[in-house]
């Protein structure tokens, strides 16, 4: 018996294991087979529901680990996630930001977004939504993801069936699918190869910012995490200020193009710090790294740290408005 034939006959459970697979953090393309799925249960509408439920609770099953691995270890959890998912580093900050304006519609429509959906579940953890409120927001973005890929696949479902039908006569079904599987592995390890080859500009150790710190080289030091993260760790480096991702103009505004300028974050291969180092240099400014390990680094080195306020507000009080750029600009 083909795998393809197996796979029919317990339609219902093979899509939710691919989607717990998937959710857990398996790099398999969840897409095709909820597709596939919605195209075989086109004419058994009860099936569909039954599918769809599976689905829904085989979701949110795999995005539990995931949560409570947030809680206990912090952000550090991301890291891993983007090296098990393949999802690009850019995405932990994005998911930050998103969460920060929307709260935790994220986790319904973060679902939908490329990266974004692996992010969320640690995301949630590290930033301690309660369990309540993340289950029922995370369980809605569960449903809607499967829905719609079964729904796509009700809709052209006539389509799909005959190129099936014409994928049969190329060979064993499960060679095709492997092929699929393997280039959409490859295509992934390839899109990240190319984001990290973009991000390799000259990085700073922390011993050799320590050196320049204790030297009264007075590096003007940007802390880039979002203001999520610096709620959730208020360490930072001393004197170093803090920074959004939207207001790098603003910030680059008041900092003299001749200093020397050291930016981290707290994300995996200093992502965001290295974005914004590139968006200074395209700026003119010239002598500007991304802090090589970010704050972790710096403080695993015993690096001094002091903190941001205890009572900041729920918008950040102590991130990137236009009161913090002016206190950067009467401090250099």
């Not at 994220?106 to 992010?119: K, R």
């Not at 590096?219 to 993260?229: K, Q």
């Not at 941001?308 to 009080?317: E, I, K, R």
Request: proline share 6%.
């Amino acid at each position: 018996m083909l795998i393809s034939d197996l796979l029919a006959d317990h339609l219902p459970l093979a899509a939710a294991a691919a989607v717990l697979v998937r959710r857990l953090g398996f790099p398999i393309p969840l897409s095709p087979v909820l597709i596939w799925a919605g195209a075989m249960t086109a004419n058994e509408p009860l099936l569909a529901l039954y599918a769809l439920l599976l689905c829904t609770i085989a979701g949110a099953l795999g995005d539990l680990p995931w949560y409570w691995g947030g809680r206990r270890y912090g952000f550090s959890i991301l890291k891993l996630v983007c090296r098990i998912t393949l999802s690009p580093d850019a995405c932990v900050q994005r998911a930050q930001v998103i969460f920060e304006r929307r709260g935790a519609i994220l986790f319904i429509t973060g679902s939908l977004l490329p990266g974004i959906g692996a992010v969320a579940p640690p995301l949630a953890g590290a930033l301690r939504v309660p369990l309540s409120t993340f289950l029922v927001y995370d369980t809605s973005g569960s449903a809607l993801r499967a829905a719609l890929g079964l729904a796509a696949g009700f809709v052209f479902h006539e389509q799909i069936a005959s190129l099936l039908a014409r994928l049969a006569l190329l060979g064993p079904t499960v060679t095709l699918l492997a092929g699929f599987l393997g280039a959409y592995i490859a295509y992934r390890f390839l899109r990240r190869w190319l984001f990290l080859r973009s991000l390799r500009i000259a990085r700073v150790s922390v011993q050799d910012l320590d050196a320049m710190i204790r030297r009264g080289d007075q590096p003007i030091v940007l802390d880039v995490r979002t203001e999520a993260h610096r709620r959730v760790d208020t360490r930072r480096i001393p004197g170093a200020h803090p920074v959004n991702l939207d207001d790098v103009e603003r910030t680059a505004a008041a900092i003299p193009r001749d200093r020397e300028v050291i930016v981290y974050c707290a994300c995996p291969n200093e992502a965001s710090a290295a974005k914004v180092a590139l968006e200074l240099r395209a700026r003119g400014f010239r002598r500007v790294r991304p802090l090589a390990g970010g704050i972790d680094a710096w403080v695993s080195a015993g690096g001094a740290i002091d903190r941001y306020p205890s009572n900041v507000d729920s918008t950040g009080a102590p991130s990137a408005d236009a009161a913090s750029t002016k206190r950067l600009a009467r401090n250099i």
